[in-house]
């Protein structure tokens, strides 16, 4: 007689627990946002805006090409409120399937993101008019790169994240190599090596998860 599911022998330790890591890997690929839709959109941003501000506010004012000076902070503002929202969705259609602790933990990171922007905002505008325009351009620039790279690596921190740990570390690496190197420079090298990170991030996630 055919045995029926029931009657076919148990599956020794081995395959059990080859079995349940392989169905633990199944419901974290299903349950984690794309990191392509994570990182590119602000890779993406990153990379057109502050190469934007390079052409046309260039180390020791040299100006590659002749932008209207409105033109890259628009366009870098634009970007990133773009790459928000798509974020946004992305994490939403995921929350969406998730109840918990975890869920309130990302809730919660998302508004210190919030907070933390709106805070340095604030303080860098009181400051920014005593400072002649690349040291300010620089402030801004440079601590929201600061802040972005901290905020990288609490994020890695809280959900055991290495590969969000090292992103957050590289970011502000570069960005201290950018500040010591000044005006102008840093701002290339936070489109290329900031915004190029967060593309390799996301495309380093995309293949962990296939």
């Given at each position: 007689m055919t045995p029926i599911d029931d009657d076919a022998p148990p599956?020794?330790?081995?395959?059990?627990?080859?079995?349940?890591?392989?169905?633990?890997?199944?419901l974290g690929r299903d349950l984690a946002p794309d990191p392509r839709l994570m990182f590119w959109p602000w890779g993406i941003a990153w990379l057109?805006?502050?190469?934007l501000?390079?052409?046309?506010?260039?180390?020791?004012?040299?100006?590659?090409?002749?932008?209207?000076?409105?033109?890259p902070l628009v366009a870098l503002a634009l970007l990133m409120v773009a790459a928000g929202i798509t974020t946004?969705?992305?994490g939403s259609k995921v929350s969406r399937r998730v109840t918990g602790p975890s869920t309130r933990q990302g809730a919660m990171y998302g508004i210190s993101w919030s907070i933390a922007f709106t805070a340095f905002s604030i303080l860098f505008s009181q400051f920014s008019d005593l400072l002649p325009?690349?040291?300010?351009?620089l402030l801004w620039a440079g601590g929201m790169v600061a802040l972005t790279g901290a905020l990288h690596m609490a994020g890695g921190a809280v959900w055991n994240d290495r590969e969000l740990f090292a992103l957050g570390a590289w970011t502000s690496v570069i960005n201290i190599a950018g500040i010591l190197i000044g005006p102008g420079w840093?701002?290339?090298i936070v489109a290329v090596a900031g915004g190029g990170g967060m593309i390799v991030a996301g495309l380093i996630g995309w293949l962990r998860l296939r």
């Open positions: 599956l020794d330790p081995a395959e059990s627990l080859a079995l349940i890591e392989r169905e633990r890997h199944n057109a805006g502050f190469t501000f390079f052409l046309r506010f260039g180390p020791d004012g040299r100006v590659f090409v002749n932008l209207p000076e409105w033109l946004g969705i992305a325009e690349d040291k300010a351009g840093h701002a290339l």
